[in-house]
């Protein structure tokens, strides 16, 4: 059984970066950072922090599986990827806009318009409608430009994300005046929101106990894909 169980969220998608340890009902550690020089030492750091805390509690762990930048959404999947095979505990992969629409339904009802930067080609997006404790997805994953996301602001979606300045600053300029509504920051770590829908996919899923065995098989994740090298011509 999950009962008194922990589970680790882990979320390297973003600029900033957070692990947390949580029940099924609260989070009890929180771990943030921004990705300075990169989120590795800092996932190291946390990790280690927060296995100590869990000791034997620790049921699972759900990390955010991307999109976002490819070496930080590798090396985020590689430390959870690690930690359940040497602990033969379950590995959950999320899905990060679903996780960044998720860390607004404290604030707001509807529909809402999910983004994580994606540097130069614009912004990873997806659209979903926000019921209570649940993000139904609406639209499929896909590359928008700050023109694509005006358009999508204009229409009633509200902006959910940790964007760069820059980056606002280009949505905001491409959003009549009179429509403005700034994408909002989200305001708890996004491994809350990993967690969370961690524990519900644990819950979901059928058959033997879900914490019985690592899966064998990982999907890649939805990683931005270096032009050259990394045995791509």
């Known amino acids: 059984s999950m009962t008194g169980g922990l589970i680790l969220g882990l979320d390297t998608t973003g600029r900033g970066g957070s692990a947390v340890l949580a029940t099924e009902d609260a989070v009890l550690e929180t771990r943030a950072w921004r990705a300075e020089p990169s989120h590795t030492p800092h996932l190291h750091s946390a990790t280690t922090d927060l296995l100590a805390v869990a000791g034997a509690r620790l049921a699972a ?12 959404v590798r090396g985020g999947m590689a430390i959870a990827k690690g930690i359940c095979l040497a602990l033969d505990i379950t590995l959950v992969a999320i899905p ?27 912004c990873f997006a997806r659209e979903f409608t926000l019921d209570g404790s649940n993000a139904i ?13 005006a358009r999508a602001i204009i229409s009633g979606a509200h902006p959910v994300g940790d964007l760069p300045p820059a980056r606002l600053e280009q949505i905001a300029a491409a959003v009549p005046a009179h429509h403005q509504a700034p994408p909002i920051t989200t305001r708890q770590p996004m491994a809350v929101a990993v967690a969370r829908l961690g524990w519900s996919k644990l819950a979901s899923s059928t058959g033997r106990d879900a914490l019985g065995a690592v899966p064998i ?17």
């Open 61 to 72: 762990i759900a990390v955010a599986a991307g999109p976002g930048g490819f070496s930080a």
């Open 96 to 122: 990060g806009l679903e996780a960044v629409a998720l860390s607004a339904a404290a604030l707001i009802e509807g529909r809402v318009l999910a983004l994580i930067d994606a540097g130069a080609r614009g």
């Open 137 to 149: 997805p609406t639209t499929e994953p896909g590359l928008a430009s700050p023109d694509a996301i």
């Open 217 to 233: 098989y990982l999907r890649e994740p939805d990683a931005t894909l270096p032009k050259k090298g990394w045995g791509r011509t």
